[in-house]
């Protein structure tokens, strides 16, 4: 069944146009972040570290959650389109699937996009000249980013789903990175989801351990996912449908 | 028109379209706060400059981010519910163009204002050096607002034209990102991007020594030019715009 579930989502996203910001958001902080590098050679002397932090300095605070809420949002967004929820609620398909399979084509396109970033980063350091190996860190950093933007996915597509409008969730997105930009500085990024991208990816400071262990890490992305989830399952079971 | 406009009031009721501006000033407040919660009592005496130098960059951000999200709510109604096809056999379509773009705009101005009472109640808590800058904190309203209002043209004509709105959030999204990141550039390429104008209008300079890493802001000639410029970009992106709403097949 769960399969079945997760082939409908596949068919509900085939041909949409979220390509568009896939493709063009991340290419602006890796523009960006070379373009910064490349202007201040003379500080960030430790080359495709300094690269990373550049390249992500923009995207872990701005980018990444918009991007994320623009996926989660569209989603929601066949469900949320003409009476489309008195179809989906009296399908014979378990509630929990449901959201699942929403969860799972989220995480896998927040997969994507890290894949995209890192390829982008990889081919930024060679246009720039950077010498010296590519970082054998990159997977790890790209590994944690993503768990840190899966998090954020169950929080949007929470917030997708109680709002029904496209452009709010995506706003409340962008909020988030600023806040979270805000926290991780004062030392709470564990404890708030939109500031689990920075700290995964080590925006800060690639080349030392992350400022939380790994475990704790793992942890707190596991707690908050497993919390996002069970709040929109049962939002989705208590609460009647609004269509139109 | 006053119907017209009255119409668009009675379909933003309960949508709470004040609400995310609040939310979204609720930020730039918090943002504000935290960036002068570093500065010493010398650093306060130019908490003023500080401010209209701080605001106009966070603005990049956060204001095609509002206009984009009125936008969107405003005129996802009609696509929701395929008014249009109505609607344009009882109010002519520019009307409708219009009244939309006026109602809009009230939210963007109270947007603009809510930033500078945050200026004044901030800069009178923490006794920012000087007294009030009454004329810059007006000229500062008037070049949000109508830096504002023509990214607000762009995204209604987007959000009109395209039942999806995913495609106008992303386009102002990325607008907004090669906004702020169009202030590395000089102010020649700046000025060929629209929403980079916060930046362009801005009335503060800074001198950033490399060597004492001290930072000192100045009052800076504001650029007329840009200002025909970007009125020009306003009637361009709203004359076409309405042309395109009003003659396309609904």
């Known amino acids: 069944m769960f399969i079945r579930v997760l082939k409908a989502e596949m068919i509900k996203m085939r041909h949409s146009p979220v390509w568009l910001a896939f493709l063009l958001i991340p290419i602006i902080p890796a523009f960006m972040g070379t373009f910064n590098y490349l202007n201040n050679l003379e500080i960030l002397e430790n080359e495709w570290y300094s690269l990373w932090t550049q390249h992500t300095l923009f995207a872990c605070y701005f980018f990444l959650p918009v991007l994320i809420g623009i996926y989660c949002s569209y989603l929601w967004r066949l469900e949320h389109a003409n009476h489309n929820w008195n179809a989906v609620m009296t399908a014979p398909v378990p509630i929990t699937h449901l959201f699942l399979a929403k969860l799972i084509m989220g995480s896998a396109m927040v997969v994507l996009t890290q894949l995209w970033i890192g390829l982008l980063y990889i081919l930024s350091g060679l246009l720039a000249g950077v010498s010296g190996p590519i970082p054998p860190e990159l997977s790890v950093w790209l590994f944690f980013g993503a768990l840190g933007g899966m998090v954020a996915c169950a929080l949007q597509l929470f917030i997708s789903l109680v709002i029904r409008s496209f452009a709010v969730p995506v706003g409340i997105a962008l909020m988030g990175g600023i806040a979270g930009l805000a926290l991780l500085s004062k030392g709470y990024g564990i404890w708030f989801p939109y500031a689990l991208i920075t700290l995964g990816m080590r925006a800060n400071d690639p080349a030392a351990p992350m400022s939380v262990g790994e475990i704790q890490f793992i942890l707190a992305c596991a707690v908050f996912m497993a919390g996002f989830s069970l709040f929109a399952i049962i939002w989705l079971k208590r609460r009647d449908v609004v269509t139109g | ?250």
């Open chain 2, 1 to 250: 028109m006053r119907e017209a406009i009255g119409m668009e009031a009675l379909k933003t009721k309960g949508r709470k379209i004040w609400l995310v501006v609040a939310v979204m000033m609720g930020v730039q407040m918090l943002w504000a706060g935290w960036a002068i919660s570093n500065k010493d009592a010398n650093d306060l005496v130019q908490g003023w400059l500080f401010f209209l130098y701080q605001f106009p960059m966070l603005n990049c951000i956060i204001m095609p981010v509002i206009a984009a999200v009125v936008a969107s709510r405003l005129c996802e109604v009609e696509h929701k519910g395929q008014t249009f096809k109505l609607l344009e056999t009882i109010v002519p379509a520019n009307r409708i163009f219009d009244a939309k773009f006026i109602w809009g705009s009230i939210y963007m101005f109270g947007a603009a204002l809510g930033q500078v009472a945050i200026m004044i109640g901030m800069g009178l808590m923490l006794h920012f050096g000087g007294p009030v800058p009454w004329g810059a904190l007006g000229g500062y309203l008037f070049f949000t607002l109508a830096v504002s209002l023509t990214i607000y043209a762009f995204q209604q004509v987007v959000s009109m034209l395209f039942a999806n709105q995913m495609v106008p959030m992303t386009l102002g999204l990325v607008g907004g990102f090669i906004g702020l990141f169009s202030m590395f550039f000089p102010q020649g390429f700046q000025k060929f991007i629209l929403w980079s104008y916060y930046g362009v209008l801005m009335q503060i300079g800074m001198n950033w020594d490399q060597n004492t890493r001290a930072i000192d802001f100045y009052w800076t000639a504001i650029d007329w030019s840009g200002f025909v410029l970007l009125f020009v970009f306003f009637g361009l992106i709203y004359g076409i715009g309405r042309i395109l709403f009003v003659r396309r097949e609904v």
